[in-house]
């Protein structure tokens, strides 16, 4: 079929019905219509391809596609929030284990502090902690602060003295106590040791050091509303002054207390001390007097929890 002229090609689409296009046949005879219907997408030999139709995503498409990438974000962020505390929790049980790191060694026993508020009052007179919770942990934690309380330069005042064996004792057991404790530490000896007068007043100039620091504690029995708490402790001692010939010492030692739970709070009834375990000493140079002075003034104490 012919699309126009007797050259066998016609106009092009040139503006016209591309489906429809006149001319004559060749060899003659009367002029006729011809209707030529072309596929989709052919055009002339000269003109362009008719460009592909676009096609708009589906909004269900869209819809799906958008939830999958929430989805997908939620879950990544969650997995990380995980594997962080994972990673938090596997690093603190590993540093103190014996275990092949995959976790399935034993785990180490917390050595550190609970956490746990120890106490919520304290000894009016003395300023003792007390009102300890009748477990394990709060028999440790009374028997450290009990260290404390013995070791502390308050034990060479008779008055002092005496309010602390009675916040601390068993009724049965402080007056006993008391006699032992009044014959120890007024004795010339004692004192002379010291460097402290008959009444425990350090010299003019000086500061007179006794301070207890506990390590650890470890519950040696517990049973019944009883309890037997070791302590162990780093204790300074000596009198911190120019001139001085007692200077502050440290010394180790370990406090052995029987415990009794009596109206509502650990007291003790039975009190033992023994020597070390000690360290090595460290070369570290000594500080002079007065830093050692002004740091027992400066820094105040603690109350001790398991």
Do not use: C
Not at 5 to 19: E, L, S, T
Not at 56 to 63: A, G
């Amino acid at each position: 079929m012919s699309l126009g002229g007797d050259d066998g090609y016609g106009d092009g689409y040139g503006g016209q019905d591309p489906a429809r296009t006149g001319g004559t046949g060749r060899g003659g005879g009367d002029a006729h219509l011809t209707r030529t219907h072309l596929p989709e997408g052919d055009g002339d030999g000269y003109g362009s391809p008719r460009r592909p139709t676009r096609t708009k995503p589906s909004r269900n498409l869209i819809t799906v596609v958008s939830v999958v990438v929430i989805l997908i974000a939620a879950i990544a962020f969650a997995n990380r929030g995980g594997n962080d505390d994972s990673d938090d929790t596997s690093t603190s049980s590993s540093s103190g284990s014996n275990g092949d790191g995959n976790g399935n060694g034993p785990k180490a026993e917390a050595t550190a502090p609970t956490g746990e508020r120890p106490v919520n009052g304290k000894n009016e007179v003395t300023g003792i902690a007390s009102g300890f919770p009748r477990t394990e942990q709060g028999a440790q934690s009374a028997a450290a602060n009990y260290a404390v309380a013995l070791g502390s330069d308050g034990m060479f005042k008779a008055d002092r003295r005496h309010a602390i064996v009675n916040a601390i004792y068993a009724p049965e057991s402080a007056p006993g106590r008391q006699a032992e404790l009044d014959n120890a530490f007024t004795s010339e000896k004692v004192l002379a040791n010291a460097g402290l007068d008959a009444k425990g007043n350090a010299p003019d100039g000086m500061t007179f050091v006794s301070r207890a620091n506990p390590v650890g504690t470890k519950v040696e029995k517990y049973e019944n509303g009883t309890a037997q708490v070791a302590v162990w402790s780093s204790v300074l001692f000596g009198l911190a002054g120019e001139g001085s010939k007692n200077p502050v010492t440290e010394a180790w030692y370990t406090d052995t207390f029987d415990l009794k739970w009596v109206r509502g709070d650990w007291k003790v009834v039975k009190h033992a001390q023994k020597n070390g375990p000690a360290p090595v000493g460290r070369d570290q140079a000594a500080s002079s007097a007065k830093e050692i002075s002004d740091a027992v003034q400066g820094f105040g104490g603690f109350t001790y929890a398991r």
